[in-house]
């Protein structure tokens, strides 16, 4: 689903900062060599993706969904000095795909790679995490919000993607329809919880953004 009228959307990409070379072949190569490419950030997201670690200037990052690594690159652009970044994937099919453009971006000593089950790996990160980002499997949205809220630095960012998914958040809900159903929970979850302070942005797919209090 386009939430925004093509023609507005095309105006609002051209008038956000380009990707980078690395980027774009980034991108170009997910597209060409990868499936479901469609999950890839991609320039507009990635550029507001940079622009919020950016702001918030993290020294730990947790990001759940590593995928071939572009956001992973566009939230290493804002880290603090002496700043990491901790990324799980379950696929390790991806990691060499992964590796050659960290290395390629600049920012390989500041990516951490994990292979695995993100519910069993998070336990055993021993940081205190300035930004997390939440963009794998739905169905785990509220487990991985419950497995980070107390590793999180107060006034730390949770950020989750495709709180949206595509519209179906406001539709009738298929009783089948696992993946929606969570994300409705995970949303209602975020709003209920006095722990944060949250607010839903439209951007592409959605993000729902929660500040530890």
Same mark, same amino acid.
């Given at each position: 689903?386009? &939430? ?12 956000? %900062? ?6 774009? !072949?980034?991108?170009?190569?997910? #597209?060409?060599?990868i499936?479901? *490419?469609?999950?890839?950030?991609g ?10 670690? #950016? @702001?918030?200037? =993290?020294?730990?990052?947790? $990001?759940?969904?590593t ?21 799980? /994937?379950?696929? %390790?099919?991806? $990691?060499? &795909?992964?590796?050659?453009? &960290? ?6 000593? $500041?990516?951490?790679?994990?292979? +695995?089950?993100?519910v069993?790996?998070? =336990?055993?990160?021993?940081?205190e &995490? ?8 739905k ?6 919000f419950d497995?980070?809220? /107390?590793? @999180?630095?107060? +006034?730390?960012?949770?950020?989750? /993607?495709?709180v949206?998914?595509? +519209?179906?958040v406001?539709? =009738?809900?298929? *009783?089948k329809? !696992?993946?929606?159903k969570?994300?409705?929970e ?5 709003? %209920? ?8 942005? *439209?951007?592409?797919? +959605?993000? @729902? ?5």
């Amino acid at each position: 689903m386009e &939430f925004l009228d093509k023609k507005l959307d095309d105006y609002v990409v051209a008038h956000t %900062e380009n990707e980078n070379e690395l980027l774009q !072949e980034l991108n170009r190569q997910t #597209h060409l060599q990868i499936l479901i *490419p469609r999950m890839i950030a991609g320039h507009y997201q990635g550029r507001v993706l940079s622009m919020l670690s #950016h @702001m918030i200037k =993290p020294k730990n990052i947790l $990001e759940i969904g590593t995928y071939t690594g572009y956001s992973a690159i566009c939230f290493a652009e804002g880290l603090a000095d002496g700043g990491v970044i901790h990324t799980i /994937d379950l696929n %390790e099919e991806l $990691e060499s &795909f992964q590796n050659k453009y &960290f290395e390629e971006s600049g920012y390989r000593n $500041e990516i951490v790679q994990h292979i +695995g089950n993100a519910v069993d790996l998070i =336990p055993k990160i021993e940081s205190e &995490f300035d930004l997390v980002y939440i963009d794998a499997d739905k169905e785990n949205y509220c487990n991985y919000f419950d497995l980070v809220i /107390d590793k @999180m630095a107060k +006034g730390g960012y949770i950020i989750a /993607d495709n709180v949206l998914w595509s +519209g179906k958040v406001v539709e =009738p809900l298929d *009783p089948k329809d !696992e993946e929606t159903k969570m994300l409705l929970e995970y949303n209602k979850k975020v709003q %209920e919880d006095s722990r944060v302070q949250n607010v839903l942005l *439209p951007i592409r797919d +959605g993000l @729902m953004v929660a500040r530890v209090l």
